[in-house]
């Protein structure tokens, strides 16, 4: 039998080499079976104590781990050789869910989006705009859900209109530790200097920059340094160091006073402070009309377009009255006739073929209405050439066949009356005696008892004709003598409380005060009472004369009649019970 060596491992003492050591083996038949079992046993254990590996098989003598198998390794390198695996898809077709495609092929199954822009051609995908890091883009409409963070030295707003819903804007908010940067708000102003609105970080305040000027900005709480004195300066007196002090503008000994009226005018001087230090007047008198030189000759020559002509004239009222006050039993006037406001519910002197216009502002709560009869409420209305009773304004075209004696009355309060005296157009105003002059002197002495009104029976050498109002006619009196052919008698000056008689000329001085006349107890029918504040002391508060009425009625109101104008001549004559005494005259 051919004997075969092989290197094995010797126990303990390393390997079994061809050359020193050299192993037989005999055939198993040789051998008892028990020895050579346990033998071969010892020596496997004892050996095979390293790991087997490719490279402990390659060092075995006569093995190769690449052909293993019988096969070379790169047959197990090959796809093909191996067994169950799953089938490979061509180009273009899908097997068992796969699907093999090229470069060219995938392309094809993209495409761009929303704001994406594919090219299948290259497998290019673009936004319209470079977007790297270091790119500049620009978005129309940008809404950001999270937080914005924009890093850089300038951010740059091109809106309009900015729109911040938080209340609260921090600049500097990257300062930390002591502060020391201004922050504010700056205007751009153009070519002009820019406007700041800033806090300013080393002073410690608020401060506006305008116009180049930067001024500090004083808020509640703030300390601004203390005032040390306070300094008087000219025109001034007063001031101080400490506590309160009062600073007083000096006396200039100007009076205090209003200076200038309608003759004078103020003259004024005023020093370099705004101080009055002197006033006065000057009089003025105007240079009369004919000293004045280049007068125009046209009525549009004073520069006045919208004048009148004849026709149109003819329709402005002759005389127009405006009721300044009324209430308190009393109306007063002003306008044609009453320079100043007139006396309470003075006497109308109106005459037949004129006009008359009453404006009455007040006439809401005090109506005005001409009547017959004085009467309470609207009755006894005298309607012949009167309209608007009982409005803002009344007109009263007198006519020539109206009674000679109306009455203006409130509707509303009886008191509230005046006499209204018509007159002929021949006859002037009868004057404070109460005689009646004639007006047109081309009248002949012949013709006068040709009037309706007047009776000369009785007449007298030196007589004068006076208004009768008992008889409703002019008749023969003496001169200065009242009416009725009966004369006047005037008193001694009165100076306290006096009871009339029939006819007295009641000549008072109020001089030390206001006082009473009252009228006879008894009247009859035409009885007169004159009344004259002699001194012109009536229109003084406290001074004025009282009608005491004396148990009549004056002017159909059971009250006194009160004279408070200066110079103020009141006639009076008994009518009836109902309308008492009616003044003839003021």
Avoid at 557 to 575: C, E, H, K, Q
Wanted: net charge negative; aromatic share 6%; hydrophobic share 35%.
């Amino acid at each position: 039998m051919p004997i075969r060596t092989i290197d094995l491992q010797r126990a303990g003492t390393g390997h079994f080499n061809d050359s020193a050591d050299t192993l037989q083996l005999i055939d198993a038949n040789a051998l008892d079976s028990a020895r050579a079992t346990a033998h071969v046993s010892t020596i496997v254990s004892s050996t095979v104590s390293s790991t087997v590996d490719a490279a402990y098989i390659n060092a075995l003598s006569g093995v190769d781990g690449d052909t293993l198998g019988g096969q070379a390794g790169s047959h197990y390198l090959d796809y093909t050789n191996f067994t169950n695996t799953p089938s490979i898809p061509s180009l273009g077709n899908s097997t068992a869910g796969l699907s093999f495609v090229d470069s060219s092929e995938a392309r094809k199954l993209l495409s761009g989006g929303t704001g994406v822009t594919y090219t299948s051609g290259t497998g290019a995908i673009e936004i319209g705009q470079a977007v790297g890091t270091s790119s500049n883009v620009t978005f129309n409409d940008v809404i950001v859900s999270g937080n914005l963070t924009v890093s850089g030295t300038t951010t740059s707003i091109n809106t309009t209109n900015l729109t911040v819903n938080d209340n609260i804007i921090i600049l500097n908010n990257d300062a930390t530790g002591t502060p020391s940067q201004n922050a504010g708000i700056e205007v751009e102003r153009g070519d002009q200097t820019n406007a700041v609105l800033q806090w300013n970080e080393t002073s410690d305040y608020w401060e506006i920059s305008s116009g180049g000027t930067t001024g500090r900005i004083i808020t509640t709480g703030d300390t601004v340094g203390d005032i040390t004195e306070v300094v008087a300066g000219t025109g001034l007196s007063g001031g101080g160091t400490s506590g309160s002090v009062t600073v007083n503008m000096a006396n200039t000994a100007v009076t205090a006073a209003s200076y200038g009226s309608g003759t004078a005018i103020p003259v004024i001087t005023v020093d370099a402070q705004g101080r009055l230090t002197a006033a006065s007047t000057s009089s003025v008198t105007p240079p009369a009309f004919s000293a004045v030189t280049s007068k125009p000759t046209t009525i549009s020559g004073y520069g006045i377009t919208d004048h009148l002509d004849s026709s149109r004239a003819m329709h402005i009222p002759e005389t127009e009255f405006s009721v300044t006050t009324a209430g308190g039993g009393v109306y007063k006037f002003t306008g044609d006739g009453f320079p100043v406001e007139s006396g309470n519910n003075p006497t109308f002197y109106v005459t037949r073929g004129k006009k008359y216009v009453i404006n009455n502002s007040s006439h809401s709560s005090h109506p005005m209405y001409i009547k017959t009869t004085p009467s309470s409420g609207t009755g006894n209305q005298y309607t012949s050439g009167v309209s608007g009773q009982g409005t803002v304004k009344i007109t009263i075209d007198v006519p020539f066949d109206a009674p000679k004696l109306l009455y203006y009355q409130c509707s509303l309060h009886a008191s509230m009356l005046g006499t209204i005296v018509v007159l002929n157009d021949q006859f002037g105003q009868p004057d404070s005696a109460g005689v009646n002059t004639l007006a047109d002197a081309r009248i002949a002495a012949s013709s006068i008892n040709a009037l309706s009104d007047v009776n000369t029976s009785g007449v007298a050498d030196t007589n004068v004709l006076a208004w009768s109002a008992g008889n409703n006619r002019f008749e023969p009196a003496a001169a200065g003598g009242g009416g009725g052919g009966s004369g006047i008698n005037w008193t001694a000056i009165k100076t306290t409380t006096y009871t009339a008689t029939t006819l007295d000329g009641v000549l008072c001085n109020t001089t030390g005060g206001g006082f009473t006349v009252n009228l006879p107890s008894s009247p009859s029918l035409g009885d007169m009472v004159r009344v004259i504040d002699v001194y012109g002391t009536t229109g003084t508060g406290g001074k004025e004369i009282t009608i005491g009425r004396n148990g009549s009625n004056i002017e159909a109101a059971a009250s006194d009649l009160t004279i408070n104008v200066n110079r103020a001549a009141l006639g009076l004559v008994y009518t009836d019970a109902t309308n008492g005494w009616v003044r003839i005259e003021v």
